[in-house]
């Protein structure tokens, strides 16, 4: 069976993307069109379950086979309503049936050293990076894996605009440090497809080159537009004026400009990251 992918990738893109006739795969149609979920209906998400798309969450790649990802997995009702209560913009973090912190965990690494012998220090760039990236692949594991049973899921990065308090509540120590939380549950509603910069954006051939970038951001910004308008959502006009066109680029660049996640590089630092050299650091 072949499939040519048109409807997903029109959902995905709002480009008609002709790649001709591909290998049929259910899965893959689920990819294309996956989206994240902030609303949970009442059905519980069996433990058993939880163990499984966790399972499938550690089964990802893994930089040097180190295995820098770590998981808190938040069933404590009032640790996780301390939690909760820090971001009042965002009530799935609260109501989701399940919460995850997935977390990068640099300190394993030091520890295996402890026990073997050769001791390390794993506080540069490298050990963060590392366990950053381990994090952040194991939760988008789970995350297809929760939504290839029909769960959904939504990561929340906003746990670090408030990592003092979030790390006494997880009590963190040292070198671990998390990448995001994730909501999970079954979703209550349909949901939608963000659709996504197209590839003449986001995919350079052998050399970067982004000379054609406004051009293919105007495009997708008038696109996006025609399917959800965010005019009547401008962010701070008291500051950036309001936009005769408003679309997603100008949206993202008055999110950007306002500083989000500060404190995190500070608590970082006195929770044991250098961010040197590697082997500059004293073991
Ligand atoms: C690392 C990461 C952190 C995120 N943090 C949050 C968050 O704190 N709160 C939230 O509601 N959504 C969060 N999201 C969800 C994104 O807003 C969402 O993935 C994006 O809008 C694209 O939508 P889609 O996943 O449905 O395609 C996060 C996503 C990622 C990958």
Redesign the pocket.
Known sequence: MTETYENELRARFGLDLELGEMPDEPWLRRMLTR??Q?RYSERAVPDSLVRLLLAAAFSASSKSDFQQASVIWLKERGRRERLAALFPD?PWIGAAPVFLVFLGDARRLEQLGALRGPAQANGALEGFFNAAIDGALAMQSCILAAETLGLGT?????LRNRIADVGEILRLPDKVFPV?GLCLGYPAQAGFI?MRLPLDATVHLDTYDDSRLAEAVDGYDRRRDARHSIADRQRAPERFGTAAFYGWSEDKARQAASVEGGGFATWLKAHGFSFSEPGSEPT
Do not use: D, K, L
Not at 154 to 158: A, K
């Open positions: 989206r994240t902030r965002m939504c990561p929340i990065s906003v995001a963000s």
